[in-house]
C-alpha cells in the first residue's frame, strides 16, 4: 500500500464514520430469498475451520454469510485462497463481518471479484480498517505474485481494484441497534479485542443465533470489555487463545536490551490492523525507561493508515474505546535495516508474505539482529517454524540461516483466555447448543469439555463442512 493508498484507505475511513449515525438502509434491506430446503427452522453450516470465519446461516427467507475470512496455515491450507469461491458462498444474499481481521473479512474481495455484489454489514469501525487490511492484503497478494513466492500461486486471488468494490458494498450499523432483514433481525455488539469486533445476533424463524469470535481482555488498554452475551439458542463461540502473559512487556524489552547489547536490531512481524497495541506497548516502554528510545519504523502504510483510524475513533469519542487510552505514533517507516539498532515493525505477522519478508532475509543470518514474534502462529506458517527452532527459513525461493535470536512471546493479552470466555459465555442463562469454533483442535476441545462438566452445557466441536438445524 502506497502513502496514496494510505490516504484513500483514511478518506473510507472517514466516510465510514460519516456513515455512523446515517444509514442508507432506513427501512431495512430486502434481499431476493434463496429459500432454505430444510423447512422454517433455520440451517447453520460451518465453511471455514481454525482462524477463518464462514457461517452459512440460511432462514426460510435468505442466505446469510457471517465471516468470509481467508485460511492461515500449512501450504495445502493457504493455497484454498486461490481456488473459486465454493458455490454457497455465490449464493448468499447478504455478508455479516464480526472484524475487519484477514480471518474474518479477507475472502471478501475475491468474492466480490467472481461477481457478487449484494450487501455487507459491519460495524463503523470495522468498515473504517476494512479498506486499510483488505488494502494491505491485496497488496502483498500482488508483490508475491509478482515475484511467485511460495506457497501462493502466481496469480493473486484478489487486487486493489476489487477491494475497492468490496469496500463500497458496506453498510455500517451501530452497536445496539437491530437491523432487518427479510425474516430476520441483525443485532450487533462489542466482543473487543480490535477496533469495531463484534458479536453478531440473528433473530429468524423464531429461533435466535449469536456469533462470537475472539473476545477482547476485560484489561485492554485501548477498548472496553465486551458487552454481555444476549441469551439465544444457539451460541456460535470462538475458542479462546492462552492467556496474556502479565510479564510480557518485560520479556519483550529483555529481547531489545539483548539485541541492543550485541548492536542489532529486533524484526517483529505484526498485522496492519492490530500494529496500535504494538506501538502502544513500545511507547509505554520507553517512557518509563525500560528500553533505550531506538528508532521504531513502521514498514506499512497500511499500519500507519491503521493508526490513523485509531486516532480519529478517538478525535470522535467512539463509545468502544476507553477513554484514557492513547494510541503511539510511530516514527515514519524506513526502507532497509541499518547499522543503528532499531525496532522495526512489518507485516504479515505471520511471515508468509508481505514486506516482512524482506527484513527477516536481511536479519536472521545475523546472530546481533533479534526477531520477537508475538501472538499464536498458525501451523506451517513460517512464524511458525521461526517459534519451533527452524535453523533456515525459504524466503522468496532462497533459504536463509537462522542465527539472530528468536523470541516467541506468544499472546499479547488483547484477546480474553479460557477463563474469562468461559466467565462472558456463562453469564447468561445457557443455549440450547454451542458450538466451539476457529481453534486449534486442543484449546477448541477444551472449552467445550470445561463448558459441559462445568456448566452442564451441550458443548460441540462442528466439523468442517458440517450442517445443524438452530
Known amino acids: ?256 536490551h539483548r539485541a541492543v547489547r550485541r548492536g542489532g536490531s529486533v524484526v517483529v512481524p505484526a498485522a496492519a490492523v492490530g500494529t496500535e497495541l504494538l506501538l502502544t506497548m513500545v511507547r509505554d516502554l520507553m517512557d518509563a525507561q525500560e528500553i533505550p528510545r531506538l528508532p521504531v519504523l513502521l514498514d506499512s502504510p497500511a499500519g500507519l493508515a491503521g493508526i490513523d483510524v485509531h486516532r480519529l475513533a478517538m478525535a470522535e469519542r467512539w463509545p468502544e474505546l476507553r477513554r484514557d487510552g492513547r494510541v503511539a505514533v510511530p516514527d515514519r517507516p524506513a526502507g532497509q535495516v541499518t547499522d543503528r539498532p532499531s525496532i522495526i515493525v512489518a507485516g504479515l505477522e505471520t511471515a508468509d508474505s508481505g514486506r516482512v519478508l524482506r527484513h527477516l532475509a536481511a536479519a536472521l543470518p545475523d546472530p546481533r539482529n533479534g526477531v520477537v514474534l508475538l501472538g499464536h502462529p498458525a501451523p506451517g506458517t513460517r512464524a511458525a517454524q521461526l517459534a519451533d527452532g527452524a535453523r533456515h527459513l525459504k524466503i522468496r525461493g532462497r533459504y536463509v540461516s537462522v542465527r539472530a535470536e528468536v523470541t516467541a512471546l506468544g499472546g499479547t493479552g488483547e484477546f480474553a483466555g479460557p477463563a474469562e470466555v468461559q466467565a462472558w459465555a456463562t453469564a447468561t442463562p445457557a443455549p440450547e447448543t454451542a458450538f466451539v469454533v476457529e481453534g486449534e483442535p486442543a484449546p477448541s476441545y477444551a472449552l467445550a469439555k470445561a463448558l459441559h462438566a462445568e456448566a452442564g452445557w451441550c458443548a460441540v466441536v462442528p466439523e468442517e463442512a458440517e450442517r445443524v438445524l438452530c
Open 1 to 256: 500500500m502506497s502513502e496514496g493508498s494510505r490516504a484513500a484507505a483514511l478518506s473510507a475511513a472517514r466516510r465510514a464514520s460519516a456513515r455512523y449515525r446515517t444509514s442508507p438502509w432506513p427501512g431495512g434491506l430486502h434481499v431476493t430469498g434463496h429459500r432454505a430446503a430444510a423447512g422454517p427452522d433455520p440451517v447453520l453450516s460451518f465453511l471455514g475451520g481454525a482462524g477463518c470465519a464462514r457461517y452459512l446461516l440460511e432462514t426460510p427467507d435468505a442466505k446469510l454469510l457471517v465471516g468470509c475470512g481467508l485460511f492461515a496455515g500449512p501450504d495445502a491450507l493457504w493455497r484454498r485462497n486461490f481456488s473459486p469461491c465454493p458455490d454457497e458462498l455465490h449464493a448468499v444474499d447478504a455478508v455479516i463481518l464480526p472484524s475487519a481481521g484477514l480471518g474474518h473479512a479477507g475472502f471478501l474481495p475475491q468474492l466480490v471479484a467472481e461477481g457478487w455484489h449484494g450487501p455487507v454489514f459491519a460495524t463503523p469501525g470495522t468498515a473504517a480498517l476494512l479498506p486499510v487490511a483488505l488494502g494491505d492484503a491485496a497488496k502483498q497478494f500482488e508483490e508475491d505474485a509478482d515475484r511467485w513466492c511460495p506457497p501462493g500461486p502466481a496469480v493473486p486471488p484478489f487486487r486493489a481494484e476489487d477491494v475497492s468494490r468490496a469496500v463500497d458494498l458496506v453498510r455500517p450499523v451501530e452497536f445496539g441497534t437491530l437491523r432487518q432483514l427479510d425474516g430476520a433481525e441483525l443485532e450487533f455488539g462489542r466482543s473487543g479485542g480490535r477496533l469495531g469486533a463484534a458479536w453478531v445476533r440473528i433473530r429468524a424463524g423464531g429461533r435466535s443465533v449469536v456469533f462470537a469470535g475472539p473476545l477482547g481482555a476485560a484489561g485492554h488498554p485501548l477498548l472496553r470489555r465486551p458487552d454481555p452475551r444476549p441469551r439465544s439458542d444457539v451460541l456460535v463461540l470462538a475458542a479462546p487463545q492462552e492467556p496474556g502473559d502479565r510479564h510480557l512487556p518485560g520479556r519483550f524489552a529483555a529481547a531489545v
